[in-house]
T-cell receptor
Framework: DAGVTQSPTHLIKTRGQQVTLRCSPK?????VSWYQQALGQGPQFIFQ???????QRGNFPDRFSGHQFPNYSSELNVNALLLGDSALYLC????????????FGPGTRLTVT | AQSVTQLDSQVPVFEEAPVELRCNYS??????LFWYVQYPNQGLQLLLK??????LVESINGFEAEFNKSQTSFHLRKPSVHISDTAEYFC???????????FGAGTRLFVKA
């Protein structure tokens, strides 16, 4: 049973560019959440997708957007990258009817130069 | 608004000694509580969770946490730590009926031989 997978593992971008990160949820899961984890900090909730719609959003600007596909996989897009966007981006999957238990992927390390 | 405070950023301890990692939360509604562990260069793994019922919850690798509603705490304990327990530990909270999880800043547990 495959767990949560994310791609790419590492990414280096230049300030002002755009980036797309991808996530495949654990088999059977229908909900995907994205988190940003800056160095030395806890994960910060970006947004959650269920039934291909953004269900709740954290305190992140509109430069951060996402998408969920019919197969429940998801993308996180970040436009006009800033140096402060450098972080580990974590995807977590769960069941809508579950007990809020989330399974995390290994993350994508984004470096903005 | 919810918040999570992990009272210690780093906890050094000798192997086979007991340890307690402290967590306090703030919320105006009922919550689910979690402890996650993060090993270097990896995503987060669920260690244990409190949803309802018994206030003492245990993990398969010897950790336990107790939900104290009056003190709004969910401290993590282990009676005897191993070198392999060295990792970052995150306390997290989700509100009943909500979709996002709020994480604390993390506590780095360092087990010394």
């Amino acid at each position: 049973d495959a767990g949560v997978t994310q791609s790419p593992t590492h990414l280096i971008k230049t300030r002002g560019q755009q980036v797309t990160l991808r996530c495949s949820p654990k088999s059977g899961h229908d909900t995907v959440s994205w988190y940003q984890q800056a160095l030395g900090q806890g994960p910060q909730f970006i947004f959650q997708y269920y039934e291909e719609e953004e269900r709740q959003r954290g305190n992140f600007p509109d430069r951060f957007s996402g998408h969920q596909f019919p197969n429940y996989s998801s993308e996180l897009n970040v436009n006009a990258l800033l140096l402060g966007d450098s972080a580990l981006y974590l995807c977590a999957s769960s069941l809508q009817t579950g007990s809020y238990e989330q399974y995390f992927g290994p993350g994508t390390r984004l470096t903005v130069t | 608004a919810q918040s999570v405070t992990q009272l210690d950023s780093q906890v050094p301890v000798f192997e086979e000694a007991p340890v307690e990692l402290r967590c306090n939360y703030s919320s105006s509604v009922s919550v689910y509580l979690f402890w996650y562990v993060q090993y270097p260069n990896q995503g987060l793994q669920l260690l244990l969770k409190y949803l309802s019922g018994s206030t003492l919850v245990e993990s398969i690798n010897g950790f336990e946490a107790e939900f104290n509603k009056s003190q709004t705490s969910f401290h993590l304990r282990k009676p005897s730590v191993h070198i392999s327990d060295t990792a970052e530990y995150f306390c997290a909270v989700s509100e009943f009926g909500g979709f996002k999880t709020i994480f604390g800043a993390g506590t780095r547990l360092f087990v010394k031989a």
